[in-house]
């Protein structure tokens, strides 16, 4: 429940689009404010469909919080790939995950 859009109060010259999960979208809307979701978007992040969404007409900032480990490989390369293909120019940030943290945590 990401309610970043809350915390930093877009200016409305900004475009901010929350793209995820349908069923996780559909929480979001019942539990956040509308003005902490400004632009959700429901969908396959696997599929190239869902970027016919977000406008090209400006750089943008992707936040891939808490999505590239649940990825494999290959999709994680397909999505970023995708992304580079559709905007101009801009930003990714992402969660890095190492096989050393994974075996850290499940220890723990």
Excluded: K
Aim: glycine share 4%.
């Amino acid at each position: 429940m990401d309610s970043r859009a809350l915390r930093i109060a877009p200016p409305p010259t900004a475009g901010w689009h929350d793209v995820d999960f349908a069923e996780v979208v559909t929480a979001r809307q019942r539990l956040l404010p509308e003005r902490a979701r400004p632009h959700d978007i429901a969908a396959d992040v696997l599929g190239p469909a869902w970027l016919e969404a977000l406008p090209t007409d400006r750089p943008a900032v992707i936040v891939a919080d808490g999505l590239i480990a649940f990825l494999s490989m290959e999709e994680m390369i397909s999505l970023v790939n995708r992304l580079i293909d559709h905007f101009p120019s801009g930003e990714i940030a992402f969660n890095g995950y190492s096989t050393f943290a994974s075996s850290r945590w499940a220890c723990a």
